[in-house]
């Protein structure tokens, strides 16, 4: 009888890997009925930029794994971690749940920055940064791409929508969430036993 199987055993390609296509092929998927469905929904949210940058999002870690291989093994929690929050997103406004659910938006801007910060934890993780260097790259890197979120939503489409009137407040709302994501996937870093090397 096999003995049990301990949880590194979840990261073989056999698992991971069709998990990981899945979710990238399930983020395409929504940007593309996004963008022929014709849905309200989609309006007005600077969805060109999104099928941009979405995609490059999700392929990055792939990209650059590939064009350095230096490791090893391929950083299937780094790249699952920063695909969620751009799925979480596409499928929020697929929904449209940010027109009908209140705290749908700031309960995304808190639990996708800390997906998202929680990838550069792994990515620390990964290489054996010492704790209090992991803890100020995962928040320095959450609370950035907070800030470069809020100008690149500014630019898409804000500053020539009806929600300009209100952006000033909303947009210090959202970057306190992000910093807010981004300090408790500083904390869950500090939590994770150190690698061995």
Not at 24 to 44: D, M, P, V
Not at 74 to 95: K, Q, S
């Amino acid at each position: 009888m096999r003995g049990f199987q301990p949880v590194s055993s979840l990261r073989s390609p056999s698992l991971v890997f069709w998990l990981n296509l899945a979710l990238k092929a399930a983020l395409i998927g929504l940007l593309i009925f996004g963008a022929f469905s014709g849905l309200q929904q989609f309006e007005g949210k600077g969805y060109l930029w999104r099928l941009i940058t979405y995609p490059i999002a999700a392929l990055v870690v792939p990209v650059v794994w590939t064009a350095l291989r230096r490791k090893p093994t391929y950083p299937y929690p780094v790249d699952l971690l920063l695909t969620l929050p751009f799925l979480i997103d596409t499928a929020g406004n697929a929904l449209d749940l940010y027109d009908t659910i209140e705290w749908w938006d700031d309960a995304n801007h808190f639990v996708n920055w800390m997906l998202i910060s929680g990838a550069a934890g792994a990515l620390a993780w990964r290489n054996r940064i010492p704790l209090w260097e992991t803890m100020a790259f995962v928040i320095g890197f959450g609370a950035t791409a907070a800030i470069l979120w809020e100008v690149g939503e500014y630019f898409a489409f804000i500053r020539h929508s009806e929600e300009l009137a209100t952006a000033y407040s909303d947009t210090l709302g959202d970057m306190a969430l992000g910093l807010a994501g981004s300090a408790v996937a500083s904390l869950a870093a500090a939590l994770l036993p150190s690698r061995p090397p």
